[in-house]
């Protein structure tokens, strides 16, 4: 199954077996305080900074969030969808709760790159979040995250977000949505409240990939909430997650592009290490 997204001479290709793709995280202004101050003061200097950046430390798609505090979605999300598009040219992820705001950056998105693939980050098995953002989903042909919880939350079962997983699909195949257009996140959670929550996100990914054969997307930093050093534990996860059956991550590149890049070259997906030595020279130069 091959899940591609699109930009105007450039394409991401999601499919397992390949390299991992990073969706770059950085462009949302929770936990970042610096950025929802410019966002809120209408200042996208950082923001363009931020994309170049993150292109720069290997993010292969740039997600972009504004959700905050009074701040009009509707108006900022496609005034910054367009905005990395002009600075940059990899695909882009959309990721809004607020579904006129979804439509006004698909649309953006649309006008500036008519035969393009965005990703809409995201769907879930909640029965009025499947019937409000499906329809544009398929209305703009694009790709889309599928979270792994309903109505009564997040399974706590490896089998239970399975289910889960089958009822997006179903769904969106009455909406005329290829499977090659999903990608099915199982939801990382602390740890630090749970031990058995690592190994229940690993084990759902694993169901998930050899029963439905979508590709897997993930969400490292939630695994290390709480506890100290979580970039150790971020990074000891996320190469057991690539070694599961997951091929893109969302991550901030800068800090882990490296690990995911050496973890490619010794599951053999990079041939004479050709991807590993470009970004390592890449990084040298700064």
Same mark, same amino acid.
């Given at each position: ?41 209408d200042? @996208? ?8 950046? $993150?292109?720069?430390?290997?993010? %292969?798609? +740039?997600?972009?969030n =504004? #959700?905050m ?34 439509k006004?950056a698909l ?9 393009g693939?965005?990703l ?5 098995g ?8 499906l329809p ?32 997006? @699909? ?8 290829? $499977?090659?257009d999903?990608?099915? %996140?199982? +939801?990382?959670?602390? =740890? #630090? ?10 084990k ?44 893109c ?14 973890t ?15 970004a390592?020279r ?5």
């Open positions: 199954m091959k899940t591609i997204l699109k930009r105007t001479g450039k394409e991401i290709i999601i499919e397992h077996g390949r390299p991992t793709v990073i969706l770059g995280e950085r462009i949302n202004p929770t936990g970042k305080s610096k950025l929802a101050v410019a966002l809120a003061a200042d @996208l200097e950082i923001v363009r900074q931020e994309a170049l950046a $993150q292109v720069d430390a290997g993010a %292969d798609i +740039l997600d972009i =504004v #959700g505090a009074d701040v009009d979605e509707v108006t900022l999300l496609p005034k910054i969808v367009k905005l990395v598009m002009e600075t940059v040219d990899v695909p882009i992820s959309i990721d809004t709760g607020n579904t006129d705001a979804l006004a649309a953006t998105h649309k006008a500036l790159n008519p035969n693939k965005a809409v980050n995201s769907v879930n909640e029965e009025a979040n499947l019937t409000n953002v544009l989903v398929a209305e703009y042909g694009a790709a889309v995250i599928g979270l792994c919880m309903d109505d009564d939350g997040i399974p706590g079962t490896p089998e239970g977000r399975l289910e889960v997983a089958k009822k997006i @699909l179903k769904r969106a195949e009455e909406h005329g949505i290829p $499977q090659d999903i990608l099915i %996140d199982c +939801l990382a959670m602390t =740890v #630090g409240a749970d031990a058995k929550a690592g190994w229940i996100t690993l759902a990914i694993q169901m998930v990939k050899e029963t439905l054969g979508v590709n897997m997307i993930l969400g490292v930093s939630n695994i290390s909430f709480g506890l100290p050093e979580r970039e150790v534990i971020n990074i000891a996860y996320l190469v057991l997650a690539i070694t599961n059956g997951l091929n991550l969302i991550v901030d590149a800068a800090k882990v592009a490296p690990y995911i890049l050496a490619d070259l010794l599951l053999s997906r990079d041939d004479y290490a050709i991807r590993y030595l470009k390592y890449r990084r040298k130069r700064h």
